[in-house]
């Protein structure tokens, strides 16, 4: 089991930016996919980027590519960097993993076998 633990949320002004982290405990080896997601209000749930842990390939959507970046250090703890925060950005940020066959696998944001609780963003105009 992994156990994946979200933190770094809270209220910004737009505009503003925000590091969202994401803690992985557990059995770590048995995944190498990572991925963010958001859920705003009355919404359905989004994929934001996915990184995989061999080689760290990146996959942004597209409507965010240049504003989020993914990252991950050595124990596969994750982080979102978040700037030029908008009033959409507004929504409650997952973490979650999954073991993939490769990057291309890992980019298609789907199937992932472990979440956390979430932490929620707040932008505000």
């Known amino acids: 089991q992994v156990r994946l633990v979200e933190s770094g949320g809270g209220s910004v002004q737009a505009g503003g930016s925000l590091r969202l982290s994401c803690a992985t405990s557990g059995d770590t080896g048995s995944i190498n996919c990572m991925a963010w997601f958001r859920q705003a209000p009355g919404k359905e749930r989004e994929g934001v980027a996915t990184?995989?842990?061999?080689?760290?390939?990146t996959t942004y959507v597209d409507s965010l590519k240049g504003r989020f970046t993914i990252s991950q250090d050595n124990a596969k703890n994750t982080y979102l960097q978040m700037a030029s925060l908008k009033p959409e950005d507004t929504a409650m940020y997952y973490c979650?993993?999954?073991?993939?066959?490769?990057?291309?696998?890992?980019?298609?944001?789907?199937?992932?076998?472990?979440w956390g609780q979430g932490t929620q963003v707040t932008v505000s105009s």
């Open positions: 990184i995989f842990a061999v080689g760290g390939n």
């Open positions: 979650a993993a999954r073991f993939t066959y490769g990057p291309n696998q890992c980019a298609d944001m789907s199937f992932f076998d472990y």
